[in-house]
């Protein structure tokens, strides 16, 4: 009996130790703003893995169609890559947010200096497009005490979400885009990715039907309050 009972714990503490590392709500390890606390018909869309030099641009038309500004999550190596998209970007008015410069499976298991040396490397090619606030979506949104230390020792802000479009899994257009007006709410933080050959068309229906429901996309900075240290005091 008591070895069963030693066995349920350590089945029960591996289980909290995973959810609380691959559920970025959790805020076991880092408290991350996943949902504006507004009854105000707003929500935010952001983007992840980009920028890509094919698809980003066609998101972003679509985003001048409506006239909405979002936050793309990019990746420092794609940065470099693609300088004219990042020039787009933040020419446009978005938000960039720091997603690592390799975007690895490994991230969460490097070292604290390794992970540090790869998020400044990432930061530095942020830093070319205007000194953007300090917002971080760590890769897969896995949180863990070493990037619990990086993100307090860098001064980041991290950014969860509230809807995953999970529009990276090969689905059909339309199940994703019922997926995610099934949990359109007030403050809503909405996940998608500008790297998906579909992901234009797929805004192009969100923001018309947001539009049609009478709700505002509106930026990160005006949903949180994310302090800005690259802002000069007045």
């Not at 805004?203 to 539009?211: G, I, Q, S, T």
Request: glycine share 6%.
């Amino acid at each position: 009996m008591g070895w069963m009972m030693f066995l349920f714990l350590v089945v029960c503490i591996m289980a909290f130790l995973f959810y609380a590392s691959f559920n970025i709500h959790s805020g076991v390890y880092v408290k991350a703003l996943c949902k504006g606390d507004t009854d105000k018909r707003v929500v935010c869309l952001t983007f992840d893995d980009g920028p890509d030099p094919e698809y980003t641009p066609l998101v972003l038309d679509i985003l001048k169609k409506y006239r909405v500004k979002a936050a793309f999550f990019c990746i420092g190596e794609k940065m470099r890559e693609y300088p004219d998209v990042m020039e787009r970007i933040m020419q446009e008015g978005h938000h960039i947010g720091n997603h690592t410069d390799k975007h690895s499976w490994k991230y969460p298991f490097l070292s604290q200096e390794k992970m540090t040396d790869d998020l400044l490397y990432a930061e530095d090619s942020l830093l070319r497009y205007g000194g953007p606030l300090l917002i971080f979506r760590p890769p897969f949104g896995v949180t863990n005490p070493t990037i619990a230390r990086l993100v307090a020792k860098c001064g980041y802000t991290v950014i969860g979400w509230s809807i995953r479009s999970f529009d990276t899994c090969g689905e059909a257009e339309d199940k994703v885009f019922r997926r995610i007006v099934r949990q359109i709410e007030p403050g809503a933080v909405i996940l998608l990715h500008d790297r998906m050959p579909g992901c234009a068309s797929l805004v192009d229906r969100l923001l018309e039907h947001l539009k049609e429901k009478d709700y505002e996309v509106i930026p990160l900075d005006k949903m949180f309050d994310i302090h800005n240290p690259y802002e000069e005091d007045l």
